[in-house]
């Protein structure tokens, strides 16, 4: 099976920064694209960002300028960088993969990491 292990979560003063790191392991062939989610307490779960193996992303209108995601390929990481955090980012932040397993190379997949809380103070 796939595992998602995020790290990096906490509390922040607005106007401060936080990274998030995933890993995905397991019986993975190929992860076309990963990012993260977020939900907030009320709240539906939302896109934050999300990456392509080719480096493509797109990003929630809310937080494009102030967060940035990154990935390692041969590592099967994604990272999100958040600066300039603001009291509405507080959520519980989720991983997400996109990805074909070894054994079953004709579906696509979709996994999601336990979550990791991110709170803003103001």
């Known amino acids: 099976q796939v595992q998602l292990v995020e790290s990096g979560g906490g509390l922040v003063q607005a106007g401060g920064s936080l990274r998030l790191s995933c890993a995905a392991s397991?019986?993975?062939?190929?992860?076309?694209?990963m990012g993260w989610y977020r939900q907030a307490p009320g709240k539906q779960r939302e896109l934050v960002g999300l990456?392509?193996?080719?480096?493509?992303?797109n990003y929630a209108d809310a937080v494009k300028g102030r967060f940035t995601i990154s990935r390692d390929n041969a590592k099967n990481t994604v990272d999100v960088q958040m600066d300039s955090l603001k009291p509405e980012d507080t959520a519980v932040y989720y991983c997400?993969?996109?990805?074909?397993?070894?054994?079953?190379?004709?579906?696509?997949?979709?996994?999601w990491g336990q979550g990791t809380q991110v709170t803003v103070s103001s």
């Open positions: 997400n993969a996109k990805l074909i397993l070894k054994y079953d190379p004709r579906v696509q997949y979709e996994y």
């Open positions: 397991g019986s993975i062939s190929s992860i076309y694209a």
């Open positions: 990456i392509t193996s080719g480096g493509s992303t």
